[in-house]
């Protein structure tokens, strides 16, 4: 009799997991319109960590390549982002507005900062390489003159967000070596009094790479926004040039190339105002 009623005593009941339909063909799909719903009724708010990989699998009763599916496809639509070694995380869905026209005062920092974010770098590597036939190219250089090739993580609130690639030739980079711990490479540049008079750019579509996508924690084939870029001196001299990778669910490129007629006519209406309630 003991053992009988050991055999048929009662467990602690354990929380129900999810019911995912098990006839379908697409599990993931399931599991990210669950995750969805919750971040549109905000059951995981904005800058929160959802659930880890396991949780989840063992909420949902799927397997991991499933929850890491589901995962990619809303990392992909922009609703979720990965910090390396933190967990994922709801995005807040404000995007960085980064502008392109004459006015070089306002830096990609300021930018970041306008969005809400505060702008920090991490410099990934700046050394004396020689230079590719196409950068020599650009700067008008010798085939293989040394230079600096410097690589650093553009972050958002310590969220990678971007990629920055430059190559400097060598006297001009010995010029900002030191403010590029710490500075954007315009910005170091105007520091150091440099004189510039516009920026040549190409923009492209493009996806992540295996590299790029462990930097900025995603999946392989994100879309990604490409900027290169070509700094121009008052003499028409090429001085710096690269190109910058960014998440294309972060950023959005305005370009004008007649912004002194908009600041005088916002100043006029601003003016017009001022008289109407004075």
């Not at 710490?182 to 923009?203: C, E, K, N, P, T």
Request: proline share 4%; glycine share 8%.
């Amino acid at each position: 009799m003991k053992a009988n009623a050991h055999r048929t005593s009662r467990r602690p009941a354990r929380p129900t997991p999810h019911r995912v339909e098990r006839a379908s063909s697409f599990l993931y799909t399931t599991v990210a319109q669950e995750l969805k719903r919750r971040i549109s009724t905000q059951i995981y708010a904005p800058g929160t960590r959802i659930p880890t990989e396991g949780e989840l699998v063992r909420e949902f009763n799927v397997s991991a390549i499933t929850v890491r599916r589901a995962i990619r496809d809303l990392t992909t639509e922009g609703l979720l982002f990965g910090r390396q070694g933190l967990g994922v995380f709801v995005s807040s869905g404000r995007r960085i507005v980064r502008s392109f026209g004459s006015d070089m005062r306002v830096s990609l920092a300021d930018e970041v900062r306008r969005a809400g974010f505060e702008p920090s770098l991490r410099v990934r590597s700046l050394a004396l390489v020689p230079a590719k036939p196409e950068v020599t190219r650009r700067l008008g250089m010798s085939a293989g003159s040394l230079l600096y090739r410097y690589e650093a993580v553009l972050l958002a609130d310590g969220e990678a967000v971007g990629l920055d690639l430059a190559y400097v030739p060598r006297k001009l980079g010995d010029l900002v070596r030191d403010d590029l711990a710490h500075s954007f490479i315009f910005s170091a540049l105007r520091s150091r009094g440099v004189r510039m008079d516009h920026v040549d750019y190409q923009f492209q579509a493009g996806v992540a790479s295996e590299e790029e996508g462990s930097v900025l924690s995603l999946p392989v084939g994100f879309p990604l926004m490409v900027v290169h870029f070509t700094l121009i001196n008052p003499n028409g001299a090429a001085i710096v040039t690269g190109k910058t990778v960014s998440r294309a669910d972060r950023f959005t490129y305005a370009f004008c190339g007649r912004e002194q007629i908009h600041k005088a006519s916002a100043l006029k209406s601003s003016r017009h105002r001022g008289k109407e309630t004075g």
